[in-house]
């Protein structure tokens, strides 16, 4: 099986303190637990609460949106452009009707770049705060070589989306400000299953016999003394990615939802521990590496839809978006053929008014989000390439 996610820290390319490298390295941040704590975190930090108003996309997975609103703001939703792009004219048709709008929320779709030239200018004119998610985003630069999340006043990283990690995130302050307070350590045991739920991974790539016993005789017990909720990852559900990438006892309502609980914890020791010793530069060469091999084997691949096209300059690539018919179903096809793949964002916020925005409505049950993680090799791709043709040649004859 071609693993969708990362595997654990024993296939990652290693190297001894690249965070520091990083290009916010030397600015004020905060460690957090996740992204989804990050955004909450950061919106403390900025004063925002109680009633004011944040523009957010309409194309979001669900949990920043529980961020928003679970300290104490409001949403509105703007509409995005085919490319993924905040459509600038409806935002300032929006922003005249509510000229009280506080902020401008920003999500880097999957690692590339919005067109940050345009939106800093509305926001100005606006006098709206920028807020760039760059979740799934850690790595990325623009075209002229400036890291995204470089620009905003404030700006969020999700680091267990790109490296394998039991947790972990960022909030930072760009605009020059300390950031208050001091987080919480997370609890051991969240810690623990996350743990469990890497090793057990690690093990299906380096021995699948192994990596059975050790779910059935640790992972699986383990998770029947906690109480067990819900389906265990790699039980052969289809699985689903979100803002952040559960741990195996996760719960929906735990994917979609910030945890008031948490919202003050900060990133664990293994996890800073582990992603200082990750070279940085070599996983983010992997990630360019494997997408273009992948997109030049598709493009003749007819019934699905590279959501990115071309791989600009500077980005690292959080997976490979394709849009297809049936999603669902299509996932279930790749599954089968021994590709596991993500629906990406399928849940949707109960806040989203689904009517208004049908463009954004229809990615949530059409993305599917192909593997192109560091852990790959040319052979690993070129398989994945020939599922595709496969599936979607059958889908195409019948």
Known sequence: MIPAMPTSMSFA????N???????????SVQTYSGRVAIYQGLKHLGLGSGDIILVPAY??????DAVLKSGCQVRFYPLN?????????????????PEIKAFFLIHYFGFPQPLEAITELT?????????????AFLSDDP???????????????????????????LVINSGATPQGDLQKPNVKKLIGRFLFQVERSLEKSSPRIATLFQMCVRKPLQKLKGGRGKAAGSGEATQVQHEAPAAEETESDILSLDLRRANWSMSGLAQFTAKRLDLPAIKAARRHNYARLLCAIQNVDGLRPL?????????????????????NAQKGLGKAGLSTKLFWSFFHETFP?????????????????????DLNDTQIDEMAKILQTQFSTEAAA
């Open 144 to 170: 002229s070589g400036q890291a995204l999340g470089t620009t905003g006043e404030v700006a969020i990283f999700s680091y267990m989306k790109t490296l394998p990690l039991t947790d972990g995130g960022a």
């Open 308 to 328: 990115f096209p071309t791989l600009p300059q500077g980005t690292c690539p959080l997976f490979f978006p394709i849009e297809v018919n049936d999603a669902a």
């Open 82 to 98: 085919t490319d993924l792009s905040p459509n600038l004219d409806r935002c300032k048709e929006l922003l005249s009707a509510e």
């Open 18 to 28: 690249s965070m520091d490298q990083l290009p916010f390295a030397d600015r004020p």
């Open 124 to 136: 100005r004119a606006h006098n709206l705060i920028l807020f760039e998610d760059c979740a799934h």
């Open 354 to 374: 689904r009517e208004e925005f049908p463009f954004e409505t229809a990615l949530k049950t059409s993305v599917i989000a192909l593997p192109i993680h560091q």
């Open 13 to 16: 390319p290693v190297a001894r």
């Open 60 to 65: 979001a997975c669900g949990s920043e949106i």
